[in-house]
């Protein structure tokens, strides 16, 4: 079983949700028999049964504490649902945040003693904010005293969450995966430049994301590049006021545009439409959108402190090399300017992602994750 907290029309809980359908989809295509439970919200009419092409079981998730975003979110029958059937599984895999749906439904899985393979994506790290120590306290330390098995995205999150958590099960370090897509980058189609290259930001309009800050980039860029189109796509979490401020100010005379949320399954086909895919986000622990966009041979930029900012400058990509603007404006630039740049870098991403973060890989790991978590024999 696995347990993630939110499912949104619009995919609005981001990377944690799509590397959970993955993995589902990865494992079931190599005969496991998994299934996939989550809160969920802004569906009209009954809950679904499937989501991105995968069968879900869904139960309402509504608002417990206000001002708190997904943090503070509850779904007690989701939590009931799992304290009931859990010893059904083998395995429970928990993509755990610090909210009021996962840390409650992963204490009723621990409390039927079935086997817990905590995954955090980099959510759970130290905080400052009001809640999370008492959270910690009542919460976070049981759960991750009980887990069987615990997997962290990039060693530093290991060595984070080592330091956090010292009775904490050795993380094991499993990059997400993407699955192939017969999507291709517009430029990659063509062979050549696209006459109005798309620069996108495809993202949470959240402040970490930095949406406000890509379009300042753009209206620097704009004036040096006539041709070019700046775009956001992404659910409003917290700073969606601001960019359309920000826009208001200049949108480069209709060329800086926020087209809004849209649905998991068609980032594909929407990412391939552009030429430069930008994602500005800082302390961003590993970036699903940046091999997203690899997968369909776009090349990409990222911030330096990003968990793939290496994988871009292996690529041919480019990277800001501080938090300005300026900076995040010079990567585009490299880009903008070298259109034979970006179809050897999209070139090398594509072939990048097939090598590096093929979702068969990921799920042989997982194999191995789970038959340590429950002892060594095989589910």
């Given at each position: 079983?696995?347990?993630?907290t939110?499912?949104?029309?619009d995919?609005?809980?981001?990377?944690p949700?799509?590397?959970?359908?993955?993995?589902?989809?990865?494992?079931?295509?190599?005969?496991?028999?998994?299934?996939?439970?989550?809160?969920?919200?802004?569906?009209?009419?009954?809950?679904?049964?499937?989501?991105?092409?995968?069968?879900?079981?869904?139960?309402?998730?509504?608002?417990?504490?206000p001002?708190?975003?997904?943090a503070?979110l509850?779904?007690?029958?989701?939590?009931?649902?799992?304290?009931?059937?859990?010893?059904?599984y083998?395995?429970?895999?928990?993509?755990?945040?610090r909210?009021?749906?996962?840390?409650?439904?992963?204490?009723a899985?621990?409390?039927?003693?079935?086997?817990?393979?905590?995954?955090?994506?980099?959510?759970?790290?130290?905080s400052?904010?009001?809640?999370?120590?008492?959270?910690d306290?009542?919460?976070?330390?049981?759960?991750?005293?009980?887990?069987?098995?615990?997997?962290?995205?990039?060693?530093?999150?290991?060595?984070?969450?080592?330091?956090?958590?010292?009775?904490l099960?050795?993380?094991?370090v499993?990059?997400n995966g993407?699955?192939?897509?017969?999507?291709?980058?517009v430029?990659?189609?063509?062979?050549?430049?696209?006459e109005?290259?798309?620069?996108?930001?495809l993202?949470?309009v959240?402040?970490r994301k930095?949406?406000?800050?890509?379009?300042?980039?753009?209206?620097?860029?704009?004036?040096?590049?006539?041709?070019?189109?700046?775009?956001?796509?992404?659910?409003?979490?917290?700073?969606?006021?601001?960019?359309?401020?920000a826009i208001?100010?200049?949108?480069?005379?209709?060329?800086?545009?926020?087209?809004?949320?849209?649905?998991?399954d068609?980032?594909?086909?929407?990412?391939?439409?552009?030429?430069?895919?930008?994602?500005?986000?800082?302390?961003?622990?590993?970036?699903?959108?940046?091999?997203?966009?690899?997968?369909?041979?776009?090349?990409?930029?990222?911030?330096?402190?990003?968990?793939?900012?290496e994988?871009?400058?292996?690529?041919?990509?480019?990277?800001?090399?501080?938090?300005?603007?300026?900076?995040?404006a010079?990567?585009?630039?490299?880009l903008?300017?070298?259109?034979e740049?970006r179809?050897?870098?999209?070139?090398?991403?594509?072939?990048?992602?097939?090598?590096?973060?093929?979702?068969?890989?990921?799920?042989?790991?997982?194999?191995?994750?789970?038959?340590?978590?429950?002892?060594?024999?095989?589910p």
């Amino acid at each position: 079983m696995h347990v993630v907290t939110l499912v949104t029309p619009d995919g609005s809980f981001g990377g944690p949700l799509r590397v959970a359908v993955n993995q589902v989809r990865a494992l079931r295509a190599r005969g496991h028999q998994v299934d996939l439970v989550a809160g969920a919200q802004g569906f009209e009419g009954p809950l679904p049964h499937e989501y991105d092409g995968v069968t879900v079981t869904l139960f309402p998730a509504r608002q417990a504490v206000p001002g708190t975003g997904f943090a503070g979110l509850v779904a007690p029958r989701l939590t009931a649902f799992v304290a009931r059937r859990a010893p059904e599984y083998d395995v429970v895999h928990l993509h755990l945040a610090r909210d009021l749906v996962a840390l409650p439904t992963a204490l009723a899985a621990a409390a039927r003693r079935v086997p817990l393979v905590v995954h955090t994506h980099g959510m759970i790290d130290a905080s400052d904010r009001l809640l999370a120590k008492p959270l910690d306290l009542a919460m976070t330390r049981p759960v991750m005293r009980s887990a069987a098995g615990s997997i962290a995205l990039v060693p530093r999150e290991k060595t984070d969450l080592q330091e956090l958590f010292p009775q904490l099960v050795e993380p094991v370090v499993l990059p997400n995966g993407v699955p192939p897509t017969v999507e291709r980058a517009v430029e990659q189609r063509a062979g050549a430049a696209a006459e109005h290259p798309e620069v996108l930001f495809l993202a949470r309009v959240a402040a970490r994301k930095r949406p406000v800050e890509f379009v300042r980039a753009a209206q620097l860029l704009a004036p040096a590049f006539p041709a070019a189109r700046f775009t956001l796509i992404g659910p409003d979490e917290d700073r969606g006021d601001a960019v359309r401020t920000a826009i208001a100010e200049d949108d480069a005379d209709g060329r800086i545009v926020w087209e809004g949320p849209l649905a998991p399954d068609r980032t594909a086909a929407r990412m391939a439409e552009a030429a430069v895919y930008v994602l500005p986000a800082v302390d961003e622990p590993f970036g699903m959108t940046l091999i997203e966009a690899m997968a369909v041979g776009l090349p990409t930029v990222a911030n330096h402190d990003c968990g793939l900012a290496e994988d871009v400058r292996a690529t041919g990509g480019a990277v800001a090399h501080d938090d300005s603007v300026e900076s995040l404006a010079s990567a585009v630039r490299e880009l903008l300017t070298d259109p034979e740049r970006r179809r050897r870098a999209g070139a090398a991403g594509l072939e990048h992602v097939e090598h590096t973060y093929s979702m068969d890989a990921v799920a042989r790991r997982l194999e191995t994750i789970y038959v340590d978590a429950i002892g060594g024999s095989e589910p």
